[in-house]
């Protein structure tokens, strides 16, 4: 079974990405993955000033950053559900990825799931989020999920969605994606005896 963290990019009160990563983390269990939650409203870890990587004994380093570093390894692909902050990506965001080893990251596939109070969904965002995932050594995908003034969507806290075609369709077409995108670098990877680099 193909192991997805789900990572959350807001914290703020009221946010509105956990209801979306749970109509998302919904879809990929339906398509026999599972998804991993992070969120670093939950992991809370500190401003960056040191990342793992960068330790003389990783051995040492505090438990939230051991346990999340291992769900990342352990991770076949990634979605990442980002909130547009400032016409930018949420500082929690990156603050929580820049913390871990590119090699935890590369060659795994990564889709954006983005959502604004405003009309654009998140797009600006979602358009930082591919520079940015790609740096981290991940293969972006094409199909995104964008959902514009969130509030008013219709999605309930676990992540039902009532009576909104668009967001559904939109989601499960993202879903099976990266599933499908999972799946096919699995097997090149076996194929070819492993990455190639």
């Given at each position: ?112 799931a983005s959502y604004s109070m405003g ?64 799946d096919a670098l699995q097997t090149q990877a ?8």
């Amino acid at each position: 079974m193909a192991k997805v963290c789900v990572v959350l990019g807001s914290v703020r009160e009221g946010r509105m990405g956990l209801r979306v990563a749970n109509m998302i983390m919904k879809n990929l269990a339906a398509l026999g993955a599972e998804p991993i939650l992070l969120d670093p409203l939950e992991i809370n870890p500190p401003l960056l000033s040191q990342p793992l990587h960068f330790m003389k004994d990783q051995s040492q380093a505090p438990q939230w950053m051991l346990d999340t570093h291992e769900k990342i390894k352990d991770a076949d692909g990634f979605v990442i559900v980002t909130a547009e902050y400032n016409c930018s990506l949420p500082p929690a965001l990156t603050n929580l990825l820049d913390h871990f080893p590119l090699p935890s990251y590369r060659h795994k596939p990564a889709s954006i799931a983005s959502y604004s109070m405003g009309s654009l969904g998140g797009t600006r965002a979602a358009a930082l989020a591919r520079p940015f995932l790609s740096e981290l050594g991940m293969v972006t995908l094409p199909s995104v999920v964008l959902i514009p003034t969130v509030q008013n969507a219709k999605i309930a806290e676990d992540g039902e969605v009532d009576d909104n075609e668009r967001v559904v369709n939109s989601s499960n077409k993202m879903c099976k994606e990266l599933v499908w995108y999972m799946d096919a670098l699995q097997t090149q990877a076996e194929k070819a005896g492993g990455n190639p680099n």
